[in-house]
């Protein structure tokens, strides 16, 4: 049995997320998107927890709402200082039950950490010693670390992180299982670092919103519940990943946002990391970090796309992923309007509940039904998605990638044919 699974996301409680998050929303939307296990999100958070409780049932030893099953997960930011830098770490915990979350938020607020203020707390102290706090209230949790190419927040963040793994997590490193790629990179690219090759690699949507559940997802077999996550994660039993193009991604190229100043690795190797306009350095972006960092070269991976699968002739034995763009701005793009707008919400949900799931919609229906329920353009973008032909403007420092399904000249050039032949 395969599911798919979510389980980065946020709560209301956390700063800048929407007030729509809770849980008979999120099973909601779970259903629309196709997924079938959720993270609760924010589960250290007094006030979330009180309404996990109050709104989580359990039914065969699962929470579960609406045939959603969730498991208690939550994001925390270790923020200190080692080998003379300061370190920003985010970090995912997933744990078998609200008792252990409850007993993790008791222990850490003795420790005089402030659980109230934030989903995402901030933790004053390193990754090592968080491990030996969470390990020691739940020793089934399973500790991941979150978007690990982000420049500012992670494991190998080019302006706060580390450039091994073991430097990180010390004598912990073989409890972790598992990594997030984050929105910036894809497994491909995680897969040239040596330095991964025993950690399960995860892609989950850090959804501060309803609609963006999804956007990253896991696939996984076996049982759909903490222990089958933990079993798979462990052995390293992952389907196959759905990705953020990552050219998307807010810190795919190296940059500076206010100076308008973007580099890829090419440029970058050729013009250096000081800002031209400012003289100071750019953030350098996930793909130089990657390069940075990486074993082996891109072409040696011999990357293969299988309708729409993409995997590796170099290691067959690792998990294929599909890369997406959120059906919501197919039809946006398709209808000329905005994701935000009442018509294209209008579209999306008749077609997610008539049609058939989003993820299924964008990977598996037939292009002849979708045209039928939705019409020819969207048909056409859902087709041109899963051949990955559209044109996407790389993000850099804190700016998402502009995504293009079709060519702004595109109509233009079709009138001028058409035209033509009179």
Known sequence: M?????????????RACSSALNIPNLAKWAKYKGISLMGTGDCLHPLWQAELKKDLKLVDGKYQVNGITFIPTTEVACIYSEAGRVRRIHILIFLPNLD?????????TKKGINLVSDGRPIMGMSTKALCEIVFSVEPEALIIPAHIWTPWFSLFGSQSGYDKF???????????????????????MNWRVKDLDEK???????????????????????ECSFEGLSKSVKQRKIIGTIEFFPEEGKYHYSGHRNCGVVYGPEELKEKGVICPKCKRKLTVGVMQRVEDLAGISNDKLQISNENGVIKSKAFPDKPGFRMLVQLEEIIAEALNS??????VKNEY??????????????????????????????AEGVKRI??????????????YGVVKIWDENEDKLKEEEQMGLF
């Open 100 to 108: 252990s979350a409850a007993k993790l938020s008791e222990v850490l």
């Open 200 to 222: 399960a690699i995860l892609s989950f949507s850090d959804a501060h919103s309803l609609p963006r559940l999804g956007r990253e997802a896991t696939i996984i077999g076996g």
């Open 338 to 343: 905005t994701v935000s707008s009442q018509k």
């Open 166 to 188: 073991a430097d990180c997590f010390g004598d912990f490193s073989d409890k972790i299982y598992g990594i997030e790629t984050g929105l910036s990179s894809e497994p491909a």
């Open 349 to 378: 949900e008749r077609l997610v509940t008539t049609l058939d799931t989003e993820l299924k919609i964008l990977t598996k229906t037939p292009l002849e039904q979708i045209e039928k329920y939705a019409g020819v353009k969207i």
């Open 386 to 399: 899963r051949k990955g032909k559209l044109t996407i403007k790389p993000g850099f420092d804190n700016t």
């Open 2 to 14: 395969a599911y798919v699974a979510d389980l980065h996301i946020h709560s209301r409680f956390s």
